[in-house]
């Protein structure tokens, strides 16, 4: 992770992502921890605070853990099967619903 004034970037196997700080928070880091810390209480300022805490922990994430998406259907006659990068389901409609995957499927 590298921190120059406001911007903040964070590069890791699985990519590199940069995030430009609001003017009301600010980010460093100290012995594998990372602070970020507001320049006031108002509402604004904790919003943007809290914002900013979850937009770096998510950048840190992506870049260092694949993304993974768990899909669980529960009832009779319902079902699933990948072919190639299309999920083909079945799900009670009159019509069956393909969704198109833009990454690789595992």
């Avoid at 900013?52 to 840190?60: E, F, G, H």
């Amino acid at each position: 992770m590298e921190v120059k004034g406001q911007k903040v970037t964070v590069e890791g196997p699985k990519g590199k992502l940069n995030f430009d700080l609001p003017h009301h928070t600010s980010l460093k880091v100290e012995g594998g921890n990372v602070l970020v810390s507001r320049q006031g209480d108002d509402a604004q300022a904790r919003a943007l605070h809290g914002l900013s805490r979850a937009l770096v922990n998510n950048m840190v994430k992506g870049v260092s853990e694949s993304f993974v998406k768990k899909l669980e259907i529960q009832g009779v006659g319902f079902k699933a099967a990948v072919q190639g990068k299309v999920v083909n389901m079945t799900l009670g409609y009159s019509h069956p619903i393909n969704y198109r995957f833009r990454t690789r499927l595992k």
